[in-house]
């Protein structure tokens, strides 16, 4: 497959149904370049693991998906598990029932906040900056250079990124699920009243394997989510750096509306 | 039967014909020279080779193959037929000056490690940028990105090179330098080479033929000789201000 395309048309269009008909027309071409990209890095999933030069390409990325963003993750799940144990523990404190705060803070992120506050953060750290990337490297032709040098940029830059985030994305989401719940005590016993124990009890009490497994999947998806739409931004990108600057922004917002939709979706199917 | 064969081909870009109705044609082992004013599709032109764009009408014809139609696969052995310099160097920001140049080696030869360090010594020296091996893109020169540009592109030792511009932004010394290069790997391995420039001493001095492009279309196609004789009023035009340049 070749990753470098033209526009669909080489002249403008004529009416104005035209042009809408043309929108219409490069968007279901977007949606097939991007399950396209998908599953051709899929396929090249092994090669990156086989290979020595794409394993520590890997790695790289592993650790610039994984590391580097922690800081940012710790910060916004701790301040989610201490926002929503504020919120739930003083209504629960109007019916006396604050030894539920654990149960309460810990059912919502491992279903739902935790892979969603990662899945924010990965967008808007990791998603932008891979957009950036490559859009850069779009405009500046070094894209094109591999293209000719047969060299695929979907193996060489598009697989290695995206299995980073599959691999890291449920990790994280864990992490922020462990961070959150800690952030969730810190506000139970300092603000609330609540004993620590107390608090861990309730919370393990609620934590079953189909919410942690159910959260992990959300997780795998929205890493699978911001990769894809990074890595199709990043290589549709074209007109300089104002195209970069576009490709990224768009990536940003594609993601956290994909995440939102699919965060629904997976509810919906798993818990109905 | 000519190895490139440029057909009428016509490319419009938002309705805009950049190319409109260029032909001409190249042997095996020769090397032409593409001039033309800025802006005109020269860059537009080579990518037309290899199918970074395809044409809105017309064919492009690489050794019998119409590379707009092709397969994908008679698509990937006319690539690995090709060496491509591009207008901006187009090296891997993360990747040191040899490690770039080593790429094309690395992931499509089965050459050892040995092979391969000695191959790109060798084209480092050619473009005069051994000192500067170890260094990474962003912390050499624009010229000196070029020219490692230019060693990546000639590495392979591919049957057709194209360069997009090999000596702008460099000074008259290394330019020589390149062109010199050019001719040899012309003359030696019988490499047929596309050079963009708008260098007319350079092209006149290297060029077997030198093709000038105006408005997408070709107005004059001759030997370096006929080319400066030429009554083309094109071509006097663009003789005349390149002369008055060097004046
Ligand atoms: N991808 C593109 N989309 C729209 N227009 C393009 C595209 N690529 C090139 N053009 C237009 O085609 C024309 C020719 O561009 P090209 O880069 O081939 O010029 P050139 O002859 O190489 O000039 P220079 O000597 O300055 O490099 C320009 O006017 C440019 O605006
Ligand atoms: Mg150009």
Known sequence: ?272 | MSLIAFENVVKKFNGFPVLDGLSFSMEKGEVMALVGPSGTGKSVTLKHLVRLLTPTSGRVVVDGVDVASCSDRELEKIRSRVGYLFQGGALLAWMTVAENVALPLRECTNLSQHEIDEKVAAALAAVELTAAAEKYPAEISGGMQKRAGLARAIVRESDIVLYDEPTSGLDPVTSVTINTLIRKLNRTLGITSLVVTHDLSGALAIADRILLIKNGKAVECSTPAEFVKSTNPDAREFLAAMKGETI
């Not at chain 1, 990753?3 to 097939?32: C, I, N, Y």
């Not at chain 1, 719940?181 to 309730?202: D, K």
Request: proline content about 3%; glycine content about 10%.
């Open chain 1, 1 to 272: 497959m070749t990753v470098v395309r033209e526009p669909l048309w080489d002249d403008a269009p004529r009416t104005k149904m035209q042009g809408v008909v043309r929108h219409l027309a490069s968007f279901v071409s977007t949606l097939g370049f991007a399950a396209h990209l998908l599953t051709e890095s899929v396929a090249f999933f092994p090669s990156v693991l086989c290979r020595r030069q794409s394993r520590a390409e890997l790695v790289n990325q592993l650790y610039i998906t994984g590391i580097r963003t922690l800081p940012v993750v710790t910060v916004v799940s701790l301040f989610t598990g201490m926002i929503l144990a504020l919120q739930v523990g003083l209504e629960l404190r109007r019916f006396n029932q604050e030894i539920y705060l654990g149960a309460a803070v810990m059912i919502s992120l491992i279903r739902e906040m935790g892979p969603f506050s990662c899945g924010m953060c990965l967008a808007a750290c990791v998603g932008s900056s891979i957009a950036a990337e490559l859009g850069t490297m779009k405009v500046n032709d070094e894209v094109a250079a591999l293209e000719i040098m047969s060299i695929s940029p979907v193996r060489f830059l598009a697989s290695p990124r995206i299995l980073a985030l599959v691999l890291m994305a449920p990790l994280l989401g864990f992490f922020c699920c462990v961070v959150g719940t800690m952030g969730g005590g810190i506000v139970g016993v300092t603000q609330l009243g609540v004993y620590f124990e107390q608090y861990m009890a309730s919370a393990l009490s609620v934590a079953e394997t189909k919410d942690l497994f159910v959260g992990l999947l959300k997780s795998l998806m929205f890493g699978v989510i911001i990769g894809t739409v990074a890595v199709e931004e990043g290589f549709s990108t074209a007109l300089g750096a104002t195209g970069v600057g576009r490709s990224t922004q768009r990536s940003v917002i594609v993601s956290f509306l994909l995440i939102l939709m699919f965060g629904y979706m997976i509810t919906r199917v798993c818990y109905q």
